[in-house]
């Protein structure tokens, strides 16, 4: 099998030094990262962009490369149509190929109560304007012509996309480079620097870059981050495997998912397979202390995750990792320059298998590579994407759930007109940084 394309020995495209000063700092290069500091560039502002290992080194090149609104909790539904559209834009924008293509995604129902579950879902697309419909069982036997399983039928969305992650943000990358961001690989944010109060700038390992705005997008990193600061985000990570066939016959050229297994066509003519087995759930310190608020989302899901006693080495929630460190000396984030977990052995058998007897005309279904990442949530499943009133100069793009890589360009657009002053164009308050600590009631968004 092939290793994954994006890993720490990776070359180093945007090396350093980086500047000494900036009007933002923000810090990790996954797609919201990169696509905010694109947008700030773009509304006039020096930027620096730092990130510990390689851009989309984590989740961001390692994710099913879903680009979809089916599903989505209401609130987040008006960005994500906004990122639709950016994702249109910036790929031409970009120059490069990177697979995006307008083939919808489908989830399929094996019994009429989940696709009841699922047709409640139809107002929110109703008030939108898009095109979700649910299909019967013989309308999804035609889009999913050769299943071995007769679904109940389907809630489908033809406009949503899919592009190819470990090209597509490296590519956004590239472009927010060309309009002047300073991107440097290789490079982590030890520490937020303060004064009087306030933002200063960062401490990097290669040294301080003075600026009065630092946006924290660190994906699975952005509560170790902020802890140091006192500042706390009830945020965790599950690890999720994944897996790439050789390439086989089209048996469906967009995304779909059963209970079973998760597939999507790649532009090399291989499927990206997932979903077989649960999630790897780490304990770990911040497991441990958040387990509470987590509740009512495992309630919903209670075998969506696998306990595990302990996280590898280094990991972010690790029972080693240092949660105190100071800006001279090495920090966690050295320690992992890219989070590549080692996939579950037993899913990424399961996913192979449930292919094969989910189409059995594919024959033996041959693997290329298979990879893991760790999933960043929030106990309520959607974001944070706010300034944090604790610390003034500081705005937090984070905890995208599982679901961030689709709506990685809304946000990011989004959190560049935060930080800049500008119209943001939509409601932010659900995903606001106060609401797990102002009473407000922990509201998990649509589990589909
Ligand atoms: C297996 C899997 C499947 C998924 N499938 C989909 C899908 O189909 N569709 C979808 O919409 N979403 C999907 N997702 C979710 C999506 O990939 C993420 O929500 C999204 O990529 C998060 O982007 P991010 O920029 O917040 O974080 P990341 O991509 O994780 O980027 C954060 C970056 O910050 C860097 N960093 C952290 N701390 C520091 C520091 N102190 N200094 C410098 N750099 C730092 C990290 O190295 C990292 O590169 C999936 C995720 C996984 C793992």
């Keep these: ?48 962009l730092v990130e510990k290992g ?23 539904l008006p960005i994500m149509i906004e990122s639709r559209r950016l994702w249109q834009q ?34 929110h697309a109703r008030a939108h304007g ?13 889009l999913i012509p050769g299943a071995s399983r007769r679904f109940s039928g389907a809630l489908t969305t033809p406009s949503d996309m899919k592009a190819e992650p470990w090209c597509a943000v490296p590519a956004l990358a590239r472009l927010a480079a060309r309009e002047g961001v300073s991107v440097i690989e290789s490079c982590a944010a030890r520490l937020i620097d303060t004064a009087a109060g306030r933002v200063a700038g960062v401490l990097t390992e290669a040294g301080r870059i003075a600026a009065p705005a630092v946006l924290v997008a660190g994906g699975a990193w952005s509560s170790l981050l902020l ?12 690890r999720s495997t994944v897996a790439a066939t050789e390439p086989l016959a089209r048996v469906h050229a967009g995304a779909a998912a059963d209970d079973r297994i998760a597939f999507r066509l790649r532009r090399d003519g291989g499927f990206t397979l997932a ?21 009512p989302t495992l309630r919903s899901e209670p075998l969506s995750v696998r306990p595990r006693p302990a996280a590898p080495h280094h990991f972010p929630d690790a029972w080693g990792t240092r949660r105190h460190w100071q800006g001279d000396e090495e920090s966690p984030f050295e320690r992992m ?19 094969a007897d989910l189409f059995p005309r594919l024959g033996p279904v041959r693997l290329r590579t298979c990879w893991a990442g760790m999933i ?73």
């Design 90 to 123: 910036l790929a031409a924008e970009t120059g490069e190929d990177i697979g995006l293509v307008e083939a919808g995604v489908t989830y399929l129902a094996t019994t009429e109560r989940k696709l009841a579950a699922f047709e409640a879902w139809l107002p």
């Design 275 to 295: 979903g077989a087995g649960a999630q790897d759930f780490y304990l770990g310190p911040d497991a441990v202390r958040l387990a509470s608020k987590y509740l």
């Design 337 to 355: 320059r890219v989070l590549d977990p080692a996939p579950n052995p037993g899913n990424i058998a399961r996913l192979a298998r449930n292919f």
């Design 376 to 448: 960043d949530t929030m106990p309520d499943v959607v974001p944070i994407i706010d300034h944090c009133d604790r610390l003034p100069g500081l705005t937090i793009g984070t905890g995208l759930s599982g679901h961030g890589f689709g709506i990685g360009p809304g946000v990011g657009r989004v959190l560049a007109d935060l930080i800049a002053g500008g119209e943001l164009g939509h409601d932010l308050t659900r995903f606001r940084f106060g609401r797990f600590s102002d009473g407000s009631r922990i509201r998990p968004g649509p589990a589909l």
């Design 227 to 238: 802890r140091a600061h006192g500042i706390a985000i009830p945020q965790l990570s599950v």
């Design 54 to 76: 390689r851009i989309a080194g984590e989740q961001s090149s390692r994710n099913w490369g879903w680009i979809r609104q089916q599903g989505r909790d209401p609130d987040e």
């Design 130 to 142: 898009l095109d979700t419909r649910i299909l019967d069982a013989a309308a999804t036997a035609v």
């Design 1 to 48: 099998m092939t290793s994954f394309p994006i890993h720490a020995g990776s070359p180093v495209s945007f090396p350093g030094p980086p500047p000494k000063a900036a009007d933002v700092v923000v810090i990790g290069g996954g797609v919201v990262g990169v696509t905010a500091a694109l947008f700030l560039a773009r509304r006039g502002l020096r930027v620096v």
